[in-house]
Protein backbone atom coordinates (compact mmCIF):
# COMPACT_ATOMS: atom_id res chain seq x y z
CA UNK A 1 0.00 0.00 0.00
CA UNK A 2 3.22 2.28 0.72
CA UNK A 3 4.57 1.21 -2.16
CA UNK A 4 1.22 2.53 -4.43
CA UNK A 5 0.88 5.40 -2.34
CA UNK A 6 4.58 6.52 -2.85
CA UNK A 7 4.29 5.54 -6.87
CA UNK A 8 1.33 7.58 -7.37
CA UNK A 9 2.80 10.69 -5.35
CA UNK A 10 5.73 10.39 -7.79
CA UNK A 11 3.59 10.11 -10.74
CA UNK A 12 1.85 13.15 -9.16
CA UNK A 13 5.23 15.06 -8.76
CA UNK A 14 6.32 13.64 -12.20
CA UNK A 15 3.06 15.14 -13.66
CA UNK A 16 4.01 18.90 -12.10
CA UNK A 17 7.46 18.62 -13.15
CA UNK A 18 6.42 18.05 -16.68
CA UNK A 19 3.82 20.60 -16.44
CA UNK A 20 6.45 23.48 -15.03
CA UNK A 21 8.79 22.46 -18.07
CA UNK A 22 6.42 22.45 -20.57
CA UNK A 23 5.09 25.99 -19.03
CA UNK A 24 8.67 27.29 -18.95
CA UNK A 25 9.65 25.85 -22.30
CA UNK A 26 6.55 27.51 -23.76
CA UNK A 27 7.25 30.97 -21.63
CA UNK A 28 11.28 30.83 -23.07
CA UNK A 29 10.15 29.35 -26.56
CA UNK A 30 7.42 32.71 -26.80
CA UNK A 31 10.28 35.46 -25.52
CA UNK A 32 12.21 33.55 -28.49
CA UNK A 33 9.47 34.03 -30.82
CA UNK A 34 9.53 37.56 -30.08
CA UNK A 35 12.75 38.36 -30.57
CA UNK A 36 13.14 36.15 -33.43
CA UNK A 37 9.72 38.28 -34.72
CA UNK A 38 11.42 42.49 -33.68
CA UNK A 39 14.68 40.79 -35.32
CA UNK A 40 12.93 40.40 -38.71
CA UNK A 41 11.03 43.67 -38.39
CA UNK A 42 14.20 45.56 -37.67
CA UNK A 43 15.70 43.72 -40.50
CA UNK A 44 13.14 44.80 -43.01
CA UNK A 45 13.14 48.23 -42.08
CA UNK A 46 16.69 48.35 -42.98
CA UNK A 47 16.40 46.71 -46.12
CA UNK A 48 13.25 48.98 -46.66
CA UNK A 49 15.48 52.31 -45.30
CA UNK A 50 18.29 51.08 -48.22
CA UNK A 51 15.88 50.64 -50.79
CA UNK A 52 14.73 53.93 -50.20
CA UNK A 53 18.09 55.55 -49.84
CA UNK A 54 19.26 54.25 -52.78
CA UNK A 55 15.99 55.11 -54.89
CA UNK A 56 16.41 58.63 -53.65
CA UNK A 57 19.96 58.48 -54.92
CA UNK A 58 18.74 57.22 -58.21
CA UNK A 59 16.30 59.88 -58.38
CA UNK A 60 18.64 62.83 -57.34
CA UNK A 61 20.87 61.26 -59.84
CA UNK A 62 18.46 61.13 -62.90
CA UNK A 63 17.45 64.67 -61.74
CA UNK A 64 20.87 65.96 -62.20
CA UNK A 65 21.49 64.34 -65.48
CA UNK A 66 18.24 65.86 -66.78
CA UNK A 67 18.82 69.28 -65.50
CA UNK A 68 22.60 68.76 -67.21
CA UNK A 69 20.95 68.14 -70.29
CA UNK A 70 18.62 70.43 -70.29
CA UNK A 71 21.29 73.29 -69.72
CA UNK A 72 23.30 71.78 -72.30
CA UNK A 73 20.43 72.05 -74.58
CA UNK A 74 19.60 75.61 -73.81
CA UNK A 75 23.19 76.97 -73.62
CA UNK A 76 23.84 75.25 -77.42
CA UNK A 77 20.74 77.00 -78.69
CA UNK A 78 22.05 80.37 -77.20
CA UNK A 79 25.29 79.55 -78.71
CA UNK A 80 23.46 79.22 -81.78
CA UNK A 81 21.79 82.29 -82.01
CA UNK A 82 24.78 84.27 -80.54
CA UNK A 83 26.86 82.83 -83.89
CA UNK A 84 24.12 83.31 -86.06
CA UNK A 85 23.79 86.86 -84.89
CA UNK A 86 27.77 87.44 -85.45
CA UNK A 87 27.62 85.85 -89.01
CA UNK A 88 24.77 87.69 -89.89
CA UNK A 89 26.78 90.94 -88.80
CA UNK A 90 29.92 89.87 -90.90
CA UNK A 91 27.87 89.13 -94.12
CA UNK A 92 26.02 92.31 -93.70
CA UNK A 93 30.11 93.73 -93.26
CA UNK A 94 30.52 91.78 -96.60
CA UNK A 95 27.93 93.29 -98.16
CA UNK A 96 28.84 96.81 -97.41
CA UNK A 97 32.12 96.38 -98.09
CA UNK A 98 31.22 94.75 -101.65
CA UNK A 99 28.75 97.70 -102.44
CA UNK A 100 31.94 99.99 -101.52
CA UNK A 101 34.63 97.97 -103.82
CA UNK A 102 31.87 98.14 -106.30
CA UNK A 103 31.74 101.73 -106.42
CA UNK A 104 35.42 102.18 -105.79
CA UNK A 105 35.50 99.77 -109.16
CA UNK A 106 33.42 102.41 -111.37
CA UNK A 107 36.27 104.76 -111.25
CA UNK A 108 38.72 102.53 -112.03
CA UNK A 109 39.86 103.43 -115.62
CA UNK A 110 39.42 100.08 -117.80
CA UNK A 111 39.32 99.91 -121.43
CA UNK A 112 35.41 99.74 -121.45
CA UNK A 113 34.90 102.97 -119.25
CA UNK A 114 37.92 104.55 -120.82
CA UNK A 115 35.45 107.36 -122.22
CA UNK A 116 33.48 107.68 -119.27
CA UNK A 117 35.97 107.89 -116.98
CA UNK A 118 37.96 110.92 -119.12
CA UNK A 119 34.67 112.88 -119.86
CA UNK A 120 34.24 114.26 -116.36
CA UNK A 121 37.70 116.13 -116.71
CA UNK A 122 37.74 119.18 -118.22
CA UNK A 123 41.24 118.39 -120.38
CA UNK A 124 39.28 115.07 -121.50
CA UNK A 125 36.54 116.50 -123.24
CA UNK A 126 39.24 118.56 -125.39
CA UNK A 127 41.20 115.70 -125.99
CA UNK A 128 38.57 113.34 -127.18
CA UNK A 129 36.38 115.75 -128.53
CA UNK A 130 32.96 115.41 -127.26
CA UNK A 131 31.18 118.05 -125.48
CA UNK A 132 31.00 117.14 -122.05
CA UNK A 133 28.45 115.35 -121.97
CA UNK A 134 29.07 112.26 -119.64
CA UNK A 135 26.15 110.02 -118.53
CA UNK A 136 26.99 108.16 -115.61
CA UNK A 137 25.21 104.58 -115.64
CA UNK A 138 25.59 101.61 -113.67
CA UNK A 139 27.50 98.89 -114.58
CA UNK A 140 25.27 95.42 -115.46
CA UNK A 141 27.95 93.32 -114.49
CA UNK A 142 27.73 94.52 -110.56
CA UNK A 143 23.78 94.42 -110.66
CA UNK A 144 24.40 90.46 -111.81
CA UNK A 145 27.01 90.07 -109.01
CA UNK A 146 24.77 91.95 -106.53
CA UNK A 147 21.56 89.33 -107.45
CA UNK A 148 23.35 86.09 -106.88
CA UNK A 149 23.54 84.34 -103.87
CA UNK A 150 27.15 83.96 -102.88
CA UNK A 151 27.80 81.07 -100.33
CA UNK A 152 31.50 80.76 -98.90
CA UNK A 153 30.96 76.96 -98.08
CA UNK A 154 29.75 76.36 -102.06
CA UNK A 155 32.39 78.71 -103.28
CA UNK A 156 35.12 76.49 -101.55
CA UNK A 157 33.61 73.40 -103.19
CA UNK A 158 33.46 74.69 -106.49
CA UNK A 159 36.84 75.96 -106.07
CA UNK A 160 37.90 72.43 -104.77
CA UNK A 161 38.29 73.48 -101.16
CA UNK A 162 35.96 70.98 -99.32
CA UNK A 163 34.88 67.90 -100.89
CA UNK A 164 31.13 67.54 -100.04
CA UNK A 165 28.41 69.99 -99.53
CA UNK A 166 27.99 72.14 -96.29
CA UNK A 167 25.80 70.29 -93.55
CA UNK A 168 22.49 71.84 -93.23
CA UNK A 169 22.14 72.99 -89.54
CA UNK A 170 18.24 73.78 -88.70
CA UNK A 171 18.44 77.48 -87.63
CA UNK A 172 15.18 77.65 -85.95
CA UNK A 173 14.87 78.44 -81.98
CA UNK A 174 11.93 77.12 -79.85
Known amino acids: VEYQ????????????YRAQYLQKLAE????ERQREAELHMKELEERRAR?????????EDMKRRAILRDRKRI???VNEAIEMARRSKLKR????WFRRMEKLSRLVVSADNLDEAFAGLPGAAQASGEGGSSGS????????LLSRNVS??????Q????????????????
Open 137 to 144: TSSPASSV
Open 51 to 59: KQAHLQRVG
Open 152 to 157: IPYLLR
Open 93 to 96: QRLY
Open 28 to 31: VTEV
Open 75 to 77: EAK
Open 5 to 16: CWARQMREIRRI
Open 159 to 174: LGGAKADPPQKSRRIP
